[in-house]
């Protein structure tokens, strides 16, 4: 059955990706909270209105989702401790994440070979991130990486045995926004960067705030 308001909900998230977007080109501090905590609330809203409290699946997709929201509070700020914050809550919602999908089923083979492009991409990414990486930062950093791509092998598991690839899409983006937030951080700070990291982020959390509509019944 058509639900109009994920759909009004996904669209007022991707108008306040555009206006996030046309705030940090100009450098407009107020435009810049308005408009990601505007779509970070609306992909929240999103799991919402689809039910999201309803399975045990919903329910670690919106605990991965609110913690994306607070993260991104944190995150606001270019502080080291709130940079330590955003770390911190984003590394949760992947282990929320994760934990969703391997509830919901996963297939162990599609995981094995998961497992082995992770640490393949993961060593690549390393390797040019971490010359960068402040020597105190090293330690959370290798922690999230890690984390982030045990919710990619566990995405890959599930949309083998489930044919929800919905799910290893939104997990790939995250992935790839993640790598944004990195270059932007310790790399090259410049517009840039959010100008594909903000929208490959924001299209993360809407796909998997969706994955909620056709979660199987866990309960």
């Not at 919903?58 to 700020?77: K, R, Y």
Request: glycine residues 10%; contains cysteine.
């Amino acid at each position: 059955m058509f639900q109009p308001l994920p759909v009004v909900l996904t669209a007022v998230c991707l108008l306040a990706v555009c206006a996030l977007l046309v705030a940090d080109r100009f450098d407009h501090p107020p435009g810049r909270v308005v408009g990601k905590l505007s779509a970070s609330t609306a992909f929240v809203a999103v799991a919402l209105a689809l039910g999201a409290y309803r399975g045990l699946y919903g329910q670690l997709i919106l605990g991965a989702l609110l913690l994306g929201w607070l993260g991104d509070t944190f995150l606001l700020s270019r502080a080291a401790k709130a940079f330590l914050g955003g770390l911190a809550a984003f590394l949760l919602s992947h282990l929320l994440f994760a934990g969703a999908f391997m509830t919901a089923g996963v297939s162990t083979g599609a995981m094995g070979v998961a497992a082995v492009l992770a640490v393949l991409f993961g060593a690549g990414v390393l390797r040019w991130l971490l010359p960068h990486v402040p020597g105190e930062m090293r330690l959370p950093v290798l922690a999230y990486v890690a984390v982030i791509l045990l919710m990619c092998i566990a995405a890959a598991g599930h949309a083998a045995a489930s044919g929800r690839w919905a799910v290893l899409a939104g997990a790939v983006l995250f992935t790839a926004s993640d790598l944004s937030v990195a270059r932007d951080r310790f790399v090259q700070p410049a517009f840039v960067n959010r100008l594909w990291g903000w929208p490959t982020y924001f299209a993360a959390q809407l796909v998997l705030a969706w994955t909620v509509a056709t979660a199987p019944s866990l309960g």
